[in-house]
């Protein structure tokens, strides 16, 4: 039956085998000529989904156990509507100008106007083994948690709609514009892609933390200090919570420091490497110096000590070996804890967070001893891919990377600061940007929201 049914089939159809092994061998020609790699992209597409983590649920479980009761969901609903709002501004018009070609600063914002042209084809300028639409998700991810970052540092008393309307205006700003510069072709700052000032930051030094970091301290100064800040204990509602975003920022990190490599290699696993080890690094320096300075070590310090060493690493995590990165996060530990504890009071502003101390000061660390610590022997590409008038320069640890990195934390901090500064001014005069006295104190969740987090 089966065989007169084949015969049948076989009878009936105008194809002979030989044109049918002519197919198969076209098929396959053209699958080895592909420059797209599966594993490459599987593992691209599973660091945006550790990314995207790191801001739900990491970032608001770590900084929503931070606040006080009242307004633990207005300050975890400060990161979760980024997911939204950064979203649709990336599709729309963010995408094209941090990553299509324009001039050293921007890009064009038509060029992938609403993604246009982002399809499955990859842009080898950028990952050549991957899809363009893998690419632009990677990098969509960062630009929603580092505005997400900012807003630890206005926890308990700015307005809802002066935040959207800030946060809005800050990433079309700073962050698209410093994402084209640092990362994009022909930006003022890639050394990768024909830019003028080579500045070595793997995975957002400058582009995610010293920019969020430097604009949280702008504005915790312009929108004042809480109620009763310092005087009156504000402690943390909920020290689990914050120990449970802990973890996953510190497994989501992977995603974003590893991811960059921007495919499955061995530069993954380097950065990989140097990440889990400063962030360990970092936790026990931070603890040791509480444990010093205070006589005991508290978990909520080793906590930020992790995403201490976490946020330093950051931009040195693909140019650097295990022990220069273990060596990064043990500085990274010590100097942020007193960043946080010593230079915040002596200046009495009130970073609620800690989003300066910890990230501001963690990644400007990471970006100058990178100068000194990149490594060619861990990404060959810093000493054969910059050149200079047709003459190759290595970007390895010298003086003059040194020098090239300070510029850039230098350009990073001014621009951010500067940009925050007026962008805050404008909101702040359109819709204000603090709430009243009386809404203060009754807390944002029911102020801003309506609602509790908790039953009484």
Not at 145 to 159: D, Q
Not at 396 to 401: D, K, R, T
């Amino acid at each position: 039956m089966f065989a007169g049914l084949g015969a049948a089939s076989a009878a009936a159809d105008p194809i002979s085998l030989d044109q049918r092994l002519e197919h198969l061998e076209q098929l396959a020609a053209g699958h080895a000529a592909s420059p797209l790699n599966a594993g490459d992209n599987a593992w691209v597409l599973a660091s945006s989904a550790l990314v995207l983590m790191m801001t739900a649920p990491g970032l608001i479980l770590f900084y929503g156990g931070l606040v006080r009761s009242k307004n633990v969901l207005a300050t975890m609903m400060h990161s979760l509507i980024l997911m939204g709002l950064v979203s649709g501004l990336w599709m729309v018009f963010g995408y094209s100008l941090a990553f299509a070609e324009g001039n050293a600063f921007i890009g064009n914002p038509l060029t992938y106007f609403m993604l246009q042209g982002v399809g499955a084809a990859p842009n080898p300028d950028y990952a050549g083994t991957i899809p363009q639409q893998s690419f632009m998700l990677f990098q969509m991810m960062f630009a929603i948690i580092t505005p997400a970052l900012i807003s630890g540092a206005v926890a308990e008393r700015i307005k809802f709609k002066g935040y959207l309307l800030f946060v809005a205006l800050w990433v079309t700003v700073v962050y698209f514009p410093l994402c084209h510069m640092v990362w994009g072709k022909g930006g003022y700052f890639n050394w990768a892609l024909a830019g003028k000032i080579p500045v070595l930051d793997f995975a957002g030094g400058t582009v995610v933390h010293i920019s969020s970091g430097v604009s949280a301290l702008v504005c915790a100064i312009l929108l004042g200090r809480r109620a009763g800040y310092p005087h009156q204990p504000m402690i943390p509602h909920n020290v689990v919570l914050t120990l449970v975003g802990t973890g996953l920022l510190w497994v989501g990190w992977f995603g974003f420091n590893a991811g960059s490599a921007l495919n499955a290699g061995g530069l993954a696993s380097s950065a990989f490497a140097a990440t889990h080890f400063s962030a360990a690094a970092a936790a026990l320096s931070w603890a040791i110096a509480e444990w010093w300075h205070k006589g005991r070590p508290s978990a909520l310090g080793a906590a930020s000590g992790m995403v201490a060493g976490l946020a330093t690493i950051t931009p040195a995590s693909g140019f650097v070996t295990v022990p220069a990165a273990f060596g990064i996060g043990l500085v990274a530990g010590v100097a942020c804890y007193f960043a946080v504890t010593e230079l915040k009071a002596h200046f009495a502003y009130d970073d609620s967070l800690d989003v300066f101390g910890v990230h501001g000061v963690g990644s400007i660390i990471g970006m100058l001893m990178l100068g000194g610590l990149a490594s060619a022997a861990v990404n060959p590409a810093i000493a054969s891919t910059f050149q200079v008038n047709g003459v190759t320069v290595s970007l390895a640890g010298s003086l003059s990377q040194l020098g090239n990195q300070a510029i850039g934390v230098l350009f990073t901090a001014v621009f951010a600061g500067l940009a925050t500064f007026i962008l805050f001014k404008l909101v702040d005069a359109l819709v204000g940007l603090r709430v009243d006295a009386e809404d203060e104190s009754l807390g944002l969740d029911l102020t801003q929201h309506g609602e509790r987090a908790y039953s009484e």
